[in-house]
């Protein structure tokens, strides 16, 4: 850890940022998955869906600057190279050879459901370590991630 004013202890803060690198790697993941997405769906609802998608993926570009700068800010490094997101991730990896939107969207809303439920388990996890910055921060992408994941479900036709 890098000597830091930060006032939360060295412990605190290196378990936070554990939790913020796991994160940091799943978003970047999801960025690729989303742009996999954007590039390769086919269908009636091709306009939209494929603006929803790069859309959704500069979001999940925010959470990564987002999550890298929280860490580095706590005095950890913050490890995002596309190595490190590829080993680290925890998102099922994408399909690579679907078109059809249905699949995608399919794929897409999987993606964004775990990344999601992660996010809420680190909620949970930084608020008891004492991070409540931490914990703010993955409320906010929590938030995001539930409204994408309903923009993206929108797409699918109701029972």
């Given at each position: 850890?890098?000597?830091?004013?930060?006032t939360?202890s060295?412990?605190i803060?290196?378990h936070?940022?554990?939790i913020?690198?796991?994160?940091?790697?799943a978003?970047?993941?999801?960025?690729?998955?989303?742009?996999?997405?954007?590039?390769?769906?086919?269908?009636?609802?091709?306009?939209?869906?494929?603006?929803?998608?790069?859309k959704?993926?500069?979001?999940?570009?925010?959470?990564?600057?987002?999550l890298?700068?929280?860490?580095?800010?706590?005095?950890?490094?913050?490890?995002?190279?596309?190595?490190?997101?590829?080993?680290?991730s925890?998102?099922?990896?994408?399909?690579?050879?679907?078109?059809?939107e249905?699949?995608?969207?399919?794929?897409?809303a999987?993606?964004?459901?775990?990344?999601?439920?992660?996010?809420?388990?680190?909620?949970?996890?930084?608020?008891?370590?004492?991070?409540a910055?931490t914990?703010?921060?993955?409320?906010?992408?929590?938030?995001?991630?539930?409204?994408?994941?309903?923009?993206?479900?929108?797409?699918?036709?109701?029972?």
């Amino acid at each position: 850890m890098q000597q830091t004013h930060n006032t939360l202890s060295e412990n605190i803060r290196a378990h936070s940022s554990e939790i913020l690198n796991k994160h940091l790697a799943a978003a970047i993941d999801l960025h690729g998955q989303l742009k996999q997405a954007h590039w390769n769906v086919r269908g009636p609802n091709f306009i939209a869906i494929h603006e929803l998608f790069d859309k959704i993926a500069t979001d999940a570009d925010k959470y990564s600057d987002q999550l890298a700068e929280r860490a580095a800010g706590l005095g950890a490094i913050a490890e995002g190279t596309v190595q490190v997101a590829t080993a680290n991730s925890f998102l099922v990896p994408y399909p690579l050879r679907i078109a059809d939107e249905k699949e995608h969207i399919f794929a897409v809303a999987a993606a964004l459901a775990a990344f999601g439920q992660s996010a809420r388990e680190a909620i949970t996890k930084t608020a008891a370590l004492g991070d409540a910055d931490t914990a703010d921060l993955f409320t906010e992408i929590s938030r995001g991630v539930d409204q994408q994941l309903w923009f993206v479900e929108s797409h699918k036709s109701p029972k």
